[in-house]
């Protein structure tokens, strides 16, 4: 075999019927947004993970500047995040005045590094944006350590780890808020959406008001009249329908089944590459359980002599659907505008160099993956 008949997507959702039926009842009911669907999904999320509140949003973007809003991030405070992620962990950052500031990777877990995040403290440090990579948890409790000490707010980008677990906890417990997304590449998916996962009343509070334009019924209410509100600060509408939490509730029932498809397929894929020249496969912590959102792999252009480039074109070829996570964001013309340099963060810099995600989601085979392994050896070879 040289090509696959299919394309074989590195990631994708999978919907089945009673999904389906969930999103025609929801459309059949009187509530086609922020009705009793949107309640029932935040419970959902909030008693999977274990936290006390759950706020959901239009996408998981939304929720990180919801969740940088809550956490009183302003002008010229300063944020520390990954290179390695999707552009939306420091974007957020961005919509509400902040500096970003990049930590360099982990070598090991290609999660941003703790003594890395130390070094990158000053001042106006406010936050800290750790991201699970691939669904592997962050060193959390080293971070939450280091928060405590120099007194910053931990938002932990978990838009790849729902149902991942770090120290037998799982994630969404670990930081002061947590993002979750529901892009479809993502554990589960609403299409698009989001959530604010957090124990903190007081960060409730102000994620449910930023979600919806910073309205509140105040106590003047009683006075005035009951049609009355106040706007109390400059909120947004990024809202997630009741259609889309109905696919949610859905699809979270399914959740548990789908990691564990994917790490019996990740361990599939571990046991036919560990032996390879010139590929790296991704290293498991111990001490953590990886949702694996994401397989990637390195490759050693030197052992293969072939290019990252190469081996990727000759993938896309053969109808698979490889991919790279991710540029490192401060590359993107964007952040090189605001003045950062390559060269910032070496070993985030070497890891895109190498990095190549392979195809990975619950309704692939183990077929499936013998046929990119097959493929791939057949490249580097
Ligand atoms: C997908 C993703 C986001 C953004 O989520 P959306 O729901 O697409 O807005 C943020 N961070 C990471 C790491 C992601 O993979």
């Known amino acids: 075999m040289n090509k696959r008949e299919k394309f074989l997507a590195y990631g994708q959702q999978s919907i089945d019927d009673d999904d389906i039926a969930a999103v025609v009842e929801a459309l059949k009911s009187p509530f086609l947004t922020t009705g009793p669907k949107i309640a029932e999904f935040e419970e959902t999320i909030a008693t999977y993970v274990g936290a006390k509140y759950a706020v959901a949003f239009s996408n998981g973007t939304a929720a990180l500047h919801a969740a940088c809003f809550a956490a009183g991030i302003g002008d010229g405070d300063e944020v520390i995040t990954s290179p390695i992620t999707f552009a939306a962990s420091a974007n957020c950052v961005r919509y509400v005045g902040g500096d970003v500031v990049f930590a360099d990777i982990n070598t090991e877990t290609y999660n941003i590094d703790v003594l890395e995040i130390e070094q990158k403290i000053t001042p106006r440090t406010k936050a800290i944006i750790p991201v699970d990579f691939t669904g592997q948890p962050a060193d959390m409790d080293s971070i939450m350590e280091l928060a405590k000490r120099y007194n910053l707010v931990v938002i932990e980008d978990g838009a790849h780890s729902l149902g991942a677990e770090y120290k037998g906890r799982k994630v969404g417990t670990l930081a002061h808020m947590t993002m979750f997304s529901f892009h479809p590449v993502k554990p589960v998916t609403t299409a698009e959406g989001g959530v604010i996962v957090t124990d903190d009343w007081h960060y409730f509070e102000q994620l449910k008001l930023f979600r919806s334009h910073g309205i509140e019924q105040t106590a003047y209410a009683e006075e005035q009249g009951a049609w009355y509100y106040e706007m109390t600060s400059l909120g947004f509408n990024y809202r997630m329908t009741d259609i889309q939490a109905a696919l949610g509730i859905s699809q979270m029932k399914k959740l548990d089944y789908y990691i564990e498809k994917r790490r019996k397929l990740a361990k599939l894929y571990n046991e036919l590459l560990r032996n390879v020249d010139g590929i790296t496969i991704p290293y498991q912590l ?50 090189q505008g ?37 493929l791939l050896l057949h490249q580097i070879n």
Request: with cysteine; charged share 20%; net charge negative.
């Open 286 to 335: 111990e001490n953590t359980n990886s949702g694996w959102h994401l397989y990637s792999i390195q490759l050693d252009e030197q052992n293969i002599r072939k290019t990252r480039k190469q081996v990727f074109e000759a993938m896309r070829e053969s109808n698979i659907g490889v991919h790279v996570h991710y540029l490192p964001i401060y590359w993107h013309p964007y952040y």
């Open 338 to 374: 605001l003045g950062y340099k390559k060269g910032l963060c070496p070993l985030a810099e070497t890891w895109y160099k190498g990095a190549l995600t392979l195809p990975l989601h619950p309704s692939m085979t183990e077929q499936d993956i013998n046929d990119v392994v097959s």
